[in-house]
């Protein structure tokens, strides 16, 4: 009930206004890229039947699991009792890390670019906007467990990130003329939770100097020396990812999955496990933090986010290691979240940001608002203080340091720097 007082009663009236500002499609880009898509998918098909010899359909999993077994001559584990393969993107990813035969691997490669911009074209590229040219997200605070808000119709919280084959999704979202897009995200939000959480100094005097805690990780999990990220990419990624893929309790063939998917390398659940095991040397008070609160869920059936705030466990004993390991972080972050977008809803309404300042997304640790060009770093110095202020989760006093960047489009953004 406090959560409620607090929070959601004041929040839902922010939701509203993010909703109704809604954010602007340029529909002229996102009718090219939908052609580029088809053009791009015909490409593909049409190499795959060359390359076959007859006409396959991409999008059927009949066909694609005869070419695959009859023709490639691959073995394939993921068929289903009624004969029927039910393939997706990622389990033909996953087949093509650990293809044996060369000659198939560029046919399971086109195989997946079909698939990839086909979702892109029907899912993406397809926005309904309204008389003024927005799109208008349905932003709900009830469809997550930890609080966060979800977005559904269009779901504006699981764009792709990256171009592929052309295609910049988050680019035909821009900013009306006389205003900049910018983003304030919070900085390595749920890594810092549990680091403040359990009390690991090591990675608190990192954060509190500004030190860059991925690097150091790459450092301590391969070896290296290295004093920027340039010098090691990939460590650099694979490090990073492997401490979110983890963080709530993954196993090693589940992570080794889940950086397959997310860098298109594929690592052997043996070498990961290997990473894992020096990763977690370098935080074991976080290693500790997490067991703890798998223990206390075991015995109580209760798990608390760092504002106190609990949830009453019904799901099997077998389940509560993962809720036990990512619901405490996962919720305190939507709980920072969600009070700071309190705070600038009542900042707004106190006249302390323009009325011309608008909040039109939250995507995770993150928001997007549409600000007047000439008045883009006094807003957004504001917005950030605002989302600074210190707050108390776990027993400590914490500031949870905000990034910001700017662009005439969601992917054309740039860094800010803000003036001492």
Same mark, same amino acid.
């Given at each position: 009930m406090e959560y409620y007082n607090d929070v959601i009663q004041h929040l839902q009236w922010q939701v509203m206004e993010i909703q109704m500002n809604g954010m602007l499609v340029d529909m002229g880009r996102a009718a090219a890229m939908r052609e580029l898509a088809d053009a791009k998918y015909k490409e593909y098909n049409g190499w795959i039947n060359e390359a076959l010899g007859y006409k396959l359909n991409p999008n059927s999993p009949k066909q694609v699991l005869e070419c695959l077994t009859k023709d490639l001559g691959l073995s394939i584990p993921q068929v289903k009792k009624d004969g029927i393969w039910r393939d997706s993107t990622d389990e033909l990813s996953l087949l093509k890390a650990t293809i044996p035969l060369p000659q198939a691997l560029p046919v399971v490669e086109a195989l997946i670019a079909c698939r990839d911009v086909r979702k892109k074209s029907g899912t993406y590229l397809n926005?309904?906007?309204?008389?003024?040219?927005?799109?208008?997200?349905? /932003?709900?605070?009830?469809?997550?467990?930890?609080? *966060? +808000?979800?977005?559904?119709?269009?779901?504006?919280?699981?764009?792709? *990130?990256?171009?592929s084959h052309g295609i910049d999704v988050k680019s035909m979202y821009i900013?009306?003329? =006389?205003? *900049? +897009?910018?983003?304030?995200?919070?900085? &390595?939000?749920?890594?810092?939770?549990?680091?403040? &959480?359990?009390?690991?100094?090591?990675?608190?005097?990192? /954060?509190?100097? =500004?030190? %860059?805690?991925?690097?150091?990780? &790459? %450092?301590?999990? /391969?070896?290296?020396?290295?004093?920027?990220?340039k010098e090691c990419p990939t460590e650099y990624d694979l490090a990073k990812r492997t401490r979110y893929a983890k963080g709530y309790g993954a196993s090693a063939p589940k992570v080794s999955d889940t950086l397959f998917l997310e860098m298109h390398k594929y690592f052997a659940p043996s070498f990961v496990a290997a990473l894992i095991d020096k990763m977690d040397a370098t935080m074991p008070e976080v290693i500790a933090w997490h067991n703890w609160c798998w223990e206390e869920a075991e015995k109580t059936g209760i798990v608390y986010d760092g504002f106190g705030t609990p949830r009453i466990l019904y799901s099997p004993k077998r389940e509560l290691r993962q809720t036990a390991y990512s619901w405490p972080t996962q919720a305190t972050a939507s709980g920072i979240m969600n009070r700071s977008l309190v705070r600038i809803y009542h900042a707004k309404r106190a006249g302390l940001l323009r009325s011309d300042t608008r909040c039109i997304c939250q995507v995770h640790d993150s928001l997007v608002f549409e600000i007047h060009e000439d008045h883009v770093e006094s807003e957004a110095r504001i917005i950030k203080a605002l989302m600074e202020e210190p707050v108390t989760i776990f027993g400590r006093r914490t500031v949870f340091p905000v990034e910001a960047k700017s662009g005439s489009n969601w992917s054309e953004m740039k860094e800010m720097r803000f003036a001492a």
């Open positions: 926005p309904v906007p309204w008389r003024d040219g927005r799109v208008r997200s349905q /932003f709900r605070l009830y469809g997550t467990l930890t609080w *966060r +808000l979800s977005s559904r119709d269009p779901n504006l919280q699981n764009l792709p *990130r990256r171009e900013a009306p003329p =006389g205003t *900049r +897009l910018v983003e304030l995200d919070y900085s &390595a939000l749920e890594d810092r939770i549990p680091s403040y &959480a359990s009390g690991c100094k090591t990675l608190i005097d990192l /954060f509190d100097t =500004g030190a %860059n805690v991925h690097l150091y990780r &790459a %450092n301590e999990m /391969f070896g290296g020396k290295w004093t920027n990220k």
